[in-house]
Protein backbone atom coordinates (compact mmCIF):
# COMPACT_ATOMS: atom_id res chain seq x y z
CA UNK A 1 0.00 0.00 0.00
CA UNK A 2 1.64 3.33 -0.80
CA UNK A 3 0.82 6.00 1.85
CA UNK A 4 0.51 8.56 -0.33
CA UNK A 5 -2.70 7.61 -1.72
CA UNK A 6 -3.90 6.51 1.82
CA UNK A 7 -6.65 8.17 3.31
CA UNK A 8 -6.45 10.21 6.79
CA UNK A 9 -8.08 7.35 8.56
CA UNK A 10 -5.41 4.54 6.74
CA UNK A 11 -2.57 6.82 7.89
CA UNK A 12 -3.87 7.62 11.58
CA UNK A 13 -4.07 3.27 11.74
CA UNK A 14 -0.60 3.17 10.56
CA UNK A 15 0.47 5.73 13.13
CA UNK A 16 -1.60 4.08 16.00
CA UNK A 17 -0.17 0.61 15.00
CA UNK A 18 3.88 1.67 15.13
CA UNK A 19 3.94 5.16 17.01
CA UNK A 20 4.32 3.90 20.80
CA UNK A 21 7.06 1.43 19.62
CA UNK A 22 8.34 3.76 17.41
CA UNK A 23 8.94 7.01 20.10
CA UNK A 24 10.01 3.93 22.42
CA UNK A 25 12.67 3.00 19.84
CA UNK A 26 13.68 6.55 19.50
CA UNK A 27 13.04 7.28 23.01
CA UNK A 28 16.09 4.75 23.68
CA UNK A 29 18.76 6.68 21.76
CA UNK A 30 18.07 9.93 22.34
CA UNK A 31 17.90 12.80 25.60
CA UNK A 32 15.37 15.26 24.73
CA UNK A 33 11.92 14.56 24.63
CA UNK A 34 10.97 16.90 21.57
CA UNK A 35 13.84 15.96 19.40
CA UNK A 36 12.01 12.26 19.95
CA UNK A 37 8.72 14.13 19.01
CA UNK A 38 10.66 15.56 15.95
CA UNK A 39 12.48 12.01 14.77
CA UNK A 40 9.12 10.14 15.17
CA UNK A 41 7.59 12.91 12.59
CA UNK A 42 10.36 12.79 10.05
CA UNK A 43 9.89 8.97 10.20
CA UNK A 44 6.25 9.07 9.47
CA UNK A 45 7.42 12.11 7.08
CA UNK A 46 9.19 9.77 5.16
CA UNK A 47 7.02 7.22 5.11
CA UNK A 48 4.63 9.61 3.56
CA UNK A 49 7.02 10.87 0.76
CA UNK A 50 8.31 6.94 0.08
CA UNK A 51 5.11 5.14 0.38
CA UNK A 52 5.07 1.80 2.55
CA UNK A 53 5.26 -1.55 1.31
CA UNK A 54 2.35 -3.77 1.92
CA UNK A 55 4.02 -6.41 3.90
CA UNK A 56 6.69 -5.55 6.68
CA UNK A 57 5.45 -1.89 7.44
CA UNK A 58 6.90 -2.33 10.96
CA UNK A 59 10.34 -3.18 10.35
CA UNK A 60 10.42 -0.77 7.20
CA UNK A 61 9.62 2.51 9.05
CA UNK A 62 12.00 1.18 12.22
CA UNK A 63 14.85 0.55 9.57
CA UNK A 64 13.68 4.43 8.60
CA UNK A 65 13.74 5.40 12.16
CA UNK A 66 17.15 3.92 12.73
CA UNK A 67 18.39 6.02 9.97
CA UNK A 68 17.16 9.27 11.21
CA UNK A 69 18.39 8.44 14.73
CA UNK A 70 22.10 7.33 13.05
CA UNK A 71 21.91 10.75 11.27
CA UNK A 72 21.24 12.59 14.13
CA UNK A 73 24.04 11.25 16.31
CA UNK A 74 26.37 11.84 13.65
CA UNK A 75 25.42 15.04 13.14
CA UNK A 76 25.21 16.14 17.26
CA UNK A 77 27.46 13.68 18.66
CA UNK A 78 24.49 13.53 21.37
CA UNK A 79 24.51 11.07 24.37
CA UNK A 80 21.47 8.16 24.70
CA UNK A 81 19.16 7.83 27.13
CA UNK A 82 15.18 7.12 27.77
CA UNK A 83 12.87 9.48 27.26
CA UNK A 84 10.91 10.77 31.04
CA UNK A 85 7.70 9.17 31.68
CA UNK A 86 5.05 11.34 32.63
CA UNK A 87 4.36 12.13 36.20
CA UNK A 88 2.27 10.08 38.26
CA UNK A 89 -0.34 11.74 40.48
CA UNK A 90 0.76 11.13 44.01
CA UNK A 91 2.41 13.51 46.53
CA UNK A 92 5.20 15.27 46.56
CA UNK A 93 7.60 12.44 48.43
CA UNK A 94 6.05 10.00 46.49
CA UNK A 95 7.00 11.65 43.13
CA UNK A 96 10.53 12.35 44.44
CA UNK A 97 11.01 8.87 45.37
CA UNK A 98 9.33 7.89 42.05
CA UNK A 99 11.50 10.05 39.93
CA UNK A 100 15.23 8.66 41.83
CA UNK A 101 13.87 5.50 40.84
CA UNK A 102 13.01 6.30 37.42
CA UNK A 103 16.24 8.04 36.81
CA UNK A 104 18.51 5.01 38.32
CA UNK A 105 16.75 2.46 36.09
CA UNK A 106 17.09 5.50 33.23
CA UNK A 107 20.75 5.59 34.05
CA UNK A 108 21.19 1.59 34.18
CA UNK A 109 19.00 0.91 30.90
CA UNK A 110 21.50 3.52 29.46
CA UNK A 111 24.87 1.44 30.17
CA UNK A 112 23.52 -1.54 28.45
CA UNK A 113 24.96 -2.37 25.22
CA UNK A 114 23.01 -1.42 22.34
CA UNK A 115 21.06 -4.78 21.29
CA UNK A 116 20.06 -5.18 25.20
CA UNK A 117 18.88 -1.22 25.49
CA UNK A 118 16.92 -1.89 22.30
CA UNK A 119 14.87 -5.16 22.97
CA UNK A 120 14.35 -3.80 26.82
CA UNK A 121 13.16 -1.00 25.70
CA UNK A 122 10.44 -1.95 22.80
CA UNK A 123 9.35 -4.60 25.48
CA UNK A 124 8.49 -2.35 28.16
CA UNK A 125 8.55 1.22 26.66
CA UNK A 126 6.70 0.03 23.47
CA UNK A 127 4.71 -2.40 24.80
CA UNK A 128 5.66 -4.97 22.23
CA UNK A 129 5.43 -8.66 22.34
CA UNK A 130 8.64 -10.99 21.27
CA UNK A 131 7.48 -11.37 17.60
CA UNK A 132 6.88 -7.58 16.96
CA UNK A 133 10.17 -6.86 18.49
CA UNK A 134 11.78 -9.28 16.33
CA UNK A 135 10.15 -8.23 13.14
CA UNK A 136 11.00 -5.03 13.74
CA UNK A 137 14.59 -5.73 14.15
CA UNK A 138 14.55 -7.97 11.94
CA UNK A 139 16.16 -10.97 14.00
CA UNK A 140 14.95 -14.42 14.91
CA UNK A 141 12.34 -14.44 18.13
CA UNK A 142 15.25 -16.63 19.80
CA UNK A 143 17.64 -13.57 19.80
CA UNK A 144 15.23 -11.44 21.26
CA UNK A 145 14.65 -14.13 24.12
CA UNK A 146 18.15 -14.25 24.66
CA UNK A 147 18.73 -10.39 24.13
CA UNK A 148 15.99 -9.75 27.03
CA UNK A 149 17.32 -12.43 29.01
CA UNK A 150 20.68 -10.80 29.52
CA UNK A 151 19.67 -7.63 29.64
CA UNK A 152 17.27 -8.06 32.51
CA UNK A 153 20.39 -9.85 34.22
CA UNK A 154 22.76 -6.93 33.76
CA UNK A 155 19.78 -4.79 35.66
CA UNK A 156 19.54 -6.90 37.91
CA UNK A 157 22.52 -6.64 39.00
CA UNK A 158 23.17 -3.01 38.40
CA UNK A 159 19.36 -2.44 40.52
CA UNK A 160 20.41 -4.43 43.38
CA UNK A 161 19.85 -3.27 46.66
CA UNK A 162 22.39 -0.71 47.81
CA UNK A 163 24.89 -0.66 44.43
CA UNK A 164 24.47 2.11 42.44
CA UNK A 165 23.56 1.89 38.86
Known amino acids: MDLTRLDAPAADALVREHGRALRAFIGARVRDRALVDDLVQETFGAAL ?5 D ?4 RWLFAIARNKVLKHMRDA ?3 VALADPPAAEAGPGERLEADEERARVREAVGLLEDDLREVIV ?4 GGLD ?4 AER ?6 TV ?6 AREALKGR ?3 GRPA
Open 159 to 161: LAP
Open 137 to 142: LDVPVS
Open 55 to 58: DGAG
Open 49 to 53: ARGVP
Open 130 to 133: YRAI
Open 145 to 150: QGRLKR
Open 122 to 125: LRYE
Open 77 to 79: KDA
